[in-house]
C-alpha cells in the first residue's frame, strides 16, 4: 500500500514539475509571440501611414554631398521646419518656420548635435536672391527654398528634412503621455487653434500636456526668440528620450497615428527605418543642443537677428566636424552649388 502511495507522490511531483516545465517554456513564448506580433503590426502601420508623408525630393541628393547618403552606415543631417500652420489658418503652403533646427547624427558615437536657428536672422535666400528673415524662406518656396537656404548659411549639406505643423507637435507630445519641462515664468499663450490665453502655465519643472508643451516652445512675450530656441531644443530633447524609451513602447501606435497626419518629409520609410539604431544603441541617446549666436538688429522698422560671423564659422565648423567632412568638401560643394545657380 505504501509503496503504490510513494509511486503516486512521485508521479504527482513529476507533473507538477512538467507544469512548471511548460509555465516556463510557454509564458516566454507567449509574450515573444505577441511582442513580435506587436512589431509586426506596428511595422506594417507605420510603413501605411509613413508612405502618406513622404514627398518625393526634386534633388537626389545635397549638391555638397559627392553622393547620396545612407543612414544606416553614413552620418547625416536633418532639418526639423516647425511650421505655423494649423486648420484654423489654413496656411500650409504659405506658412512660414516658427522653429527651425538643424540636427546632424553621429553613426560611431551615435549622437545628435541640434543647432537651433532663430527665426528672425538675416541670412541671404537664394529662392528670392536677396537677404532677409529665414522664416520667410519656407513662405517663398517651401521646404526646398530652406534647404537651400540653410545649406547656403552653414556650408553643410542637408541630407533630409521634416517639416511639421503644430498638430503634430501637440499630438505626439499627448501619444506619449506628456514630457517635464521646467517652465521659466508664468505665462498665458494661445493654443494649437489660436485660442488667445487659452493656456496657463506657472513657473517650475512640470509635466504638461502637447498644448502646454506647444505653448512653453512658442511663447517669448517675457524673453526672446533665443530663450525660445532653447524651450523648442528641451521640449525636442524630452520627447526624443522618451519615446526611445521602454515605456513607451506600447504607445508607439499613437505616435506614428500623430507623425502620419501632421508630417511632410522626403525620408522614405526604409530610410526613417535606419534611425532606429540611435535608439536601441542599448545606452541614452547624448543629445547636444547650440544656438547660433548674434544681436538685435533693426535699421528701420522691421527687427532683425544679426548673426555673429566669427561665431557662424564656429558653428559651420563643429557641424561639419560632427558629420564628418572637411571644410574642404563642403567649400568645394558649395562652389559647384554656385555655379549651378549662376
Known sequence: MDNKNNKSRVVRRKKRKLRKRAYFVIVPLVLLLAIGGYAGYLYMKASAEMSDTYVEDNREKSDLRE???????????????????NEHRDNADSALTDSLMLATFNKEDKSVDL?????????????????????????????????????NLLNVPVDYYVKLNFHAFVDVVDAIGGVTVDVPYEFKESNSMDKRDAIHLYPGEQKVNGEEALAFARTRKMDNDIQRG??????LKAIMKKATSASSVFKYDNMIEAVGDNMKTNMSFSEMRSFFSYGTSGKDIEINTYTLEGTDYQPGNTYYWALDQQALEEA?????????????????????????GS
Open 230 to 235: 532653447k524651450r523648442q531644443q528641451d521640449v
Open 67 to 85: 553622393e547620396k547618403v545612407d543612414p544606416s552606415v553614413d552620418n547625416v543631417s536633418i532639418l526639423i521646419m516647425g511650421v505655423d500652420s
Open 115 to 151: 543647432t537651433s536657428i532663430p527665426r528672425d536672422s538675416l541670412v541671404y535666400i537664394p529662392e528670392v536672391g536677396y537677404e532677409d528673415k529665414i522664416t520667410h524662406a519656407h513662405a517663398f518656396g517651401g521646404p526646398q527654398a530652406t534647404v537651400e537656404t540653410v545649406e
Open 316 to 340: 559651420k565648423t563643429r557641424i561639419q566636424n560632427h558629420l564628418g567632412i572637411s571644410s574642404t568638401m563642403a567649400d568645394e560643394g558649395q562652389d559647384v552649388e554656385e555655379a549651378q
